[in-house]
């Protein structure tokens, strides 16, 4: 299953870099930013759960003690938003393995169910899509959001994902797999 959904992977990400460098001029994200690691619930399915432990797995046993010992910490204080175990100095340790919030984060996309554009948390701290968007009213003012659906229920049950036979399981936060 893990090498099925390391297939897909691929296929998405081309798919993904397509809307980046689509909305490029809006995207700030660089190497070292973190902002959208810092606070949030990342929720993860089961089999992306199972893949990103596959990347735990490799690490070395000090980034592997550093992650465990974040986890406890979680575990014990139960935030609801909270920092990604796996950031270790501003950095995803495990980048190849990150989750599909991880991989869409950053683009600005269309909700048809809501009826707005939905832009991702860093907007509130002047990086991605801040020249289109005014904080007072929340107001968006981009012409052209991505149109597919970039929710990761949506996502794993895509045509793409079925052409794959995914079976994903549960979507929950990631904290609430360990």
């Known amino acids: 299953m893990l090498a099925r959904y390391e297939k897909f992977l691929e296929k998405l990400d081309k798919r993904l870099e397509k809307y980046f460098d689509e909305q490029c001029e809006f995207i700030k994200c660089k190497r070292g930013c973190s902002a959208c690691c810092e606070v949030g619930e990342y929720p993860f399915s089961r089999l992306e759960a199972e893949y ?3 990347g735990y797995m490799k690490l070395s046993p000090d980034t592997k003690k550093q992650i465990k010992e974040n986890i406890k910490r979680l575990r014990e204080d139960s ?12 950095l995803c340790s495990v980048y190849k393995y990150r989750g599909l919030v991880c991989r869409i984060h950053g683009l600005a996309w269309y909700d048809e169910d809501e009826e707005r554009i939905k832009l991702p948390y860093c907007v509130n701290l002047g990086l991605n899509y801040a ?11 981009l012409q052209d959001p991505v149109k597919a659906r970039l929710r990761i229920d949506s996502i794993l049950r895509s045509p793409l994902a079925e052409e794959y036979e995914l079976e994903c399981g549960e979507i929950r936060p990631l904290i609430k797999w360990f």
Do not use: A, W
């Open 131 to 141: 020249k289109v968007f005014d904080r007072e009213t929340g107001e968006v003012f």
């Open 79 to 90: 935030p609801k938003l909270y920092q990604c175990p796996f950031l270790i100095n501003h």
């Open 52 to 54: 990103l432990m596959s």
